[in-house]
């Protein structure tokens, strides 16, 4: 089964950077695609960034210019590097991969990371 595990994580000051990282068991991302949600306390989840195999990006426009998102060589750890971060970015980020059905559909799930900017 697949499974993603994240790391990183954890409390930053304003301004500082923070790095997460997602690696995926059992999955092909070439299948689908590979993303970051994120859910802070009152508010809805939230799509940050996706990678695709072929290396196409997307992201939310509240993080374009200061996330990048990333994979390794191998394709199966996807990275989240965040840079001037605010109060407005703490949350807990999740990893998710794609399933492809007759599209796209985010499938699976990591157990979720902590981030706090103070």
């Known amino acids: 089964h697949v499974q993603l595990v994240e790391s990183g994580g954890g409390s930053v000051q304003a301004g500082g950077s923070l790095e997460l990282s997602c690696t995926a068991h059992?999955?092909?991302?070439?299948?689908?695609?590979m993303g970051w949600y994120r859910q802070a306390p009152g508010k809805e989840r939230e799509l940050v960034a996706s990678?695709?195999?072929?290396?196409?990006?997307t992201y939310a426009p509240s993080v374009r210019g200061r996330f990048t998102v990333s994979l390794d060589n191998t394709k199966t750890t996807m990275h989240l590097q965040m840079s001037s971060l605010s109060t407005e970015d703490t949350a807990v980020y999740t990893c998710?991969?794609?399933?492809?059905?007759?599209?796209?559909?985010?499938?699976?799930w990591g157990q979720g990371t902590q981030v706090t900017v103070s």
């Open positions: 059992n999955y092909n991302i070439r299948t689908c695609a």
């Open positions: 990678v695709k195999a072929d290396g196409t990006t």
């Open positions: 998710a991969a794609g399933k492809k059905l007759l599209v796209c559909v985010w499938d699976y």
